[in-house]
T-cell receptor
Framework: DTEVTQTPKHLVMGMTNKKSLKCEQH?????MYWYKQKAKKPPELMFV???????INESVPSRFSPECPNSSLLNLHLHALQPEDSALYLC??????????????FGEGSWLTVV | GQNIDQPTEMTATEGAIVQINCTYQ??????LFWYQQHAGEAPTFLSY??LDGLEEKGRFSSFLSRSKGYSYLLLKELQMKDSASYLC??????????WGAGTKLIIKP
């Protein structure tokens, strides 16, 4: 069963707030991802964790801070965001990074609105 | 540069067949994925092609020609629930996914 769960589904935060998005998978996957998606655009990779270590940071502003507490969990800490950061944030996982045919499975996403 | 092209929008009739094309130019090739994304939801995996030819999964089939840098997704016996965006993504030589902008498919009764 392929399931990645994300919480919260919706989040509204002010520009001075600190909040976190959470993600969990129990498929034994060793790679986990954060993507950002704006309306009518494809997902945009933000971070990749491989075996609980950050392997890719796509030049994401420091107001986004990822954390991987263990192999099943992935968090995205948010602080001092801007209204243009409002988007759908997608967590995903895959068996392992760097393998051909590495299918990525997405969670349902967290809709973030920054006011 | 890396580039994936898909039509922005297509319209088809319920019960009919539709083909969504994807052409790509990438730094290397390790496979091509198709994802379906309903409005307001996350993308869901449909298919993966790494060798030339047709892969069939029920009403959906995906074709790949590596020499032409071309793939298509074929949807048969269209249902209203097939109205969604369809995203083509190529895995490049660094195993990174390069995404197309997606094709919005509108199904009419």
């Amino acid at each position: 069963d392929t399931e990645v769960t994300q919480t919260p589904k919706h989040l509204v935060m002010g520009m001075t707030n600190k909040k976190s998005l959470k993600c969990e998978q129990h498929m034994g996957h060793r790679a986990m991802y954060w993507y950002k998606q704006k309306a009518k655009k494809p997902p945009e990779l933000m971070f990749v964790y491989s075996y609980e270590k950050l392997s890719i940071n796509e030049s994401v502003p420091s107001r986004f801070s990822p954390e991987c507490p263990n192999s099943s969990l992935l968090n995205l800490h948010l602080h001092a965001l801007q209204p243009e950061d409002s988007a759908l944030y997608l967590c995903a996982s895959s068996q392992e990074q760097g393998l051909s045919g590495n299918t990525i499975y997405f969670g349902e996403g967290s809709w973030l609105t920054v006011v | 540069g890396q580039n994936i092209d898909q039509p922005t929008e297509m319209t088809a009739t319920e019960g009919a067949i539709v083909q969504i094309n994807c052409t790509y130019q990438t730094s290397g090739f390790n496979g091509l994925f198709w994802y379906q994304q309903h409005a307001g939801e996350a993308p869901t995996f449909l298919s993966y092609n790494v060798l030339d030819g047709l892969e069939e999964k029920g009403r959906f089939s995906s074709f790949l020609s590596r020499s032409k840098g071309y793939s298509y997704l074929l949807l048969k016996e269209l249902q209203m629930k097939d109205s969604a965006s369809y995203l083509c993504a190529v895995e490049d030589s660094n195993y990174q996914l390069i995404w197309g902008a997606g094709t919005k498919l509108i199904i009419k009764p």
